[in-house]
């Protein structure tokens, strides 16, 4: 029957005879092989809809796979077969680890056992930096305790500030934006410059996670930070950034992790601390292996000490277990250092000044204990620099200056 009315056609029936066929090719059309009629009555615009419906049709079926990849993914975080923050990435590996490679330092201060003093090594070790080094840090508080802003609030005097820290793992900024919303340390750190946190940091790391799981084909998250870190506008304008990460495994401390060049870990010598600092490097291990070749581990630092000269015996125990348990977690030389030469003591002027500024400014021992570190850790993030003399600092005399030997990041 096809041919019949293909042959009336294209034989030039008059114009009715014509529109009764096309009526009958619509028929024809919706009971089947309807296609072929339309390419038979020349009609291109059939041909143009059939084809634009196989196109929705193949992006359809491809947004479909996507989901179902998505769904698998997200079935396979929930039953505890991977774990998502590790998951391979589609990032140029080779270009990234260059720019690392080619970096300002960039130092997170991390543990996840809370309340071991990351931020009060944070902030003193940005007062070490800028007053003793007289190098212009950038601070991050990637926490939304908000400890390190109120710390930092503090010294410089600031009140109504944007917490825009949640600019830098949202990624949606150009470098320029989110640069417009780091705050000044003036009067106290003139030359350094904070980005701070509070509560409301939760919602979007949470935001930030779920639109990676969920949406097919979202963007890679974790080097958002690194998208901003490794611009010009911090490579040319500081010469070292400090983040002090929050006591868990999140969106920022995984972005942390991907933008940084080295990490500390502070830890408590104690039994229930030295578990927490264990895991702590196995995951920063198993971070470097899949996603950031570029990171050291300056060390494990012990806080809280009792004494300044000696450990006291249960010190030593945990300090020795801490040594004998590196190695399992930590599967090849060279092992992460644990700095035995220049702990943080438990001091009464930290506690004292807590949340209303810097004890590196107000108390002459805190300042000591954090050159003392201070020194240890710029020789080994500024390799090849030369430690300044005890007197380069500025507004304080600074008494202790031990030079540890230089060290290069490979
Ligand atoms: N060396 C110290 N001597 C005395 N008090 C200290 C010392 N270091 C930190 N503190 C105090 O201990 C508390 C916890 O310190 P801090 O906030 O620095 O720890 P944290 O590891 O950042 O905690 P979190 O995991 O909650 O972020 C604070 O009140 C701080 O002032
Ligand atoms: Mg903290």
Not at 39 to 60: I, N, P, Q, T, Y
Request: glycine share 6%.
């Amino acid at each position: 029957m096809l041919g019949d009315l293909a042959s009336l056609v294209s034989g030039g029936v008059p114009t009715a005879f014509q529109s009764v066929l096309a009526a009958m090719a619509a028929a024809v059309t919706i009971f089947g092989g309807g296609l072929t009629l339309g390419k038979l009555l020349g009609g291109s615009s059939l041909k143009a809809r059939a084809r634009e419906a196989e196109e929705k049709l193949d992006a359809e079926n491809e947004r479909a796979t996507a989901l179902e990849d998505r769904f698998a993914e997200i079935q396979d975080v929930l039953d505890g077969a991977v774990n998502i923050w590790l998951r391979p990435t589609k990032h140029d590996v080779g270009q990234y680890i260059k720019r690392l490679n080619n970096s300002i330092p960039i130092l997170t201060v991390a543990n996840f056992k809370g309340g071991v003093g990351k931020t009060t090594v944070s902030a003193n070790l940005a007062a070490y930096f800028e007053l003793h080094l007289n190098k212009r840090v950038l601070l991050i508080d990637f926490d939304y305790q908000g400890s390190l802003t109120e710390i930092l609030l503090a010294a410089s005097k600031l009140d109504n500030v944007e917490a825009s820290a949640k600019r830098l793992i949202q990624g949606e900024d150009t470098p320029e934006m989110a640069f417009a919303k780091a705050y000044s340390l003036r009067p106290e750190l003139p030359k350094s410059q904070f980005f701070p946190c509070f509560y409301g940091f939760n919602k979007v790391e949470n935001q930030v996670l779920l639109r990676w799981l969920t949406q097919p084909n979202a963007p890679e998250i974790r080097f958002n930070t690194h998208k901003y870190l490794s611009d010009p506008i911090v490579q040319k304008n500081f010469d070292v950034v400090i983040i002090d990460a929050a006591p868990r495994l999140m969106t920022a401390t995984i972005n942390a992790a991907c933008a940084s060049t080295h990490v500390l870990i502070p830890t408590m010598l104690d039994g229930l601390c030295t578990n927490a600092t264990i895991n702590t490097l196995g995951v920063f291990h198993e971070l470097k292996t899949e996603l950031n070749p570029a990171l050291d581990i300056v060390g494990v630092l012990p806080t809280f000490v009792a004494q300044s000269k000696n450990l006291t015996s249960n010190e030593t125990a945990a300090l020795n277990q801490l040594r004998q348990l590196i190695p399992s977690y930590w599967k090849k030389a060279p092992f992460p250092e644990i700095i035995s030469d220049a702990w943080i003591c438990r001091k009464a002027a930290i506690s004292r000044v807590a949340g209303n500024g810097l004890a590196f400014s107000t108390d002459n021992d805190v300042r000591d204990m954090f050159i003392a570190l201070g020194d240890k850790i710029s020789a080994r993030i500024f390799p090849n620099e030369d430690r300044p003399t005890p007197d380069a600092g500025i507004g304080y005399a600074a008494s202790v200056t031990p030079i540890a030997s230089a060290r290069r990041r490979g």
